[in-house]
């Protein structure tokens, strides 16, 4: 497809200064992505592999928000270039040329429903079995998100992988300007998912209150087990829970039933929350994958 020549120029200034080569040592970290912001594991993870280098001067800016040219060019390369998984196969990868995708207005600020249709739309070139069902009417996505608009679909698949982040009033912000920390948050989630064991979501602990009672499959609660609390997954499940602020991980087996509030996933025993976050945090972004299954009836 044909271009314009302002894309053409801003395409390879801007992916020259996303993609700007810094060292070996540095590319597993940066000196402004500390501990503590959600993106944490996200943007070290593609750093390991290469997919983003940062800044010259080592930075990658996670509160910058992220322009077209540079959303796409990340995007392709973790989505359609990239998979960890072949890195050592001798089957030959696959690869894209990247200019002759067409894009209106490069320099233009992305939020975060144009994010998710651009992740999704590549992730459906990857895998052309992938579809988009429309939201029945007056179905709640999120509170913000009118079932009607043009984006539901793209937004109602976002959240079926685990991608989206939301508030305890269930509501997404679906025109807000995404910053380069939260799009490479959302690309993580949706390649990640792709495996069907591994979930995203959010983690608190239980009260003191809870000490001796019962759970839902008979136990008794300790806040010394290692133990949690889903909605869904059966009992006995063994469930791998990351930090995504740290990348701290913690394996627990799940006995009981909850959290009970729609913005909320896991509720694990102080000690366990304790191996991953400070119990002052209350709450965290976490990862969990079933590491093995073995239900109790």
Known sequence: MNRTKTFITAFITIGTLFWSSISQAEASKFKDVEIGIRGYVAINYFAEHEIIKGYSDGTFQPDKEIIRAEALAFAEKA???????????????????????????????ITLVEGVKMLLELE?????????????????????VD?????????????????????????????????REYFA???????????????????????DFFEGRGTSNGEKFTQ??????????????????????????????INDRGPFNVSLDLDL????????????????PVQYEIISENPKP
């Open 79 to 109: 989505i359609i270039d990239f998979d960890e998984y072949k890195i050592n196969s001798p089957v030959e990868e696959k690869t894209t040329d990247n200019e002759k995708r067409e894009i209106t207005k490069p320099e233009k600020k």
């Open 124 to 144: 459906k070139e990857r895998n052309p079995s992938l579809t988009f069902e429309e939201p029945k009417n007056r179905e709640v996505i999120f509170t913000d």
């Open 147 to 179: 079932s009607k608009a043009w984006f539901a679909k793209y937004i109602k698949k976002a959240k079926e992988r685990n991608m989206i982040r939301f508030g305890f009033k269930n509501n997404a912000n679906p025109e807000q300007l995404l910053t």
């Open 185 to 207: 948050d959302l690309t993580y989630r949706l390649i990640k998912s792709r495996d069907k064991n591994r979930m995203f979501g959010k983690a608190t602990f239980y009260s």
């Open 224 to 253: 010394k087990g290692f133990t949690a609390a889903n909605k869904h997954l059966p009992f006995g499940t063994k469930v791998r829970i990351t930090n995504l602020k740290n990348g701290q991980n913690v394996d627990v087996r």
């Open 269 to 284: 025993t102080s000690t366990a929350f304790s191996q991953i976050a400070s119990t002052r945090e209350g709450i965290v």
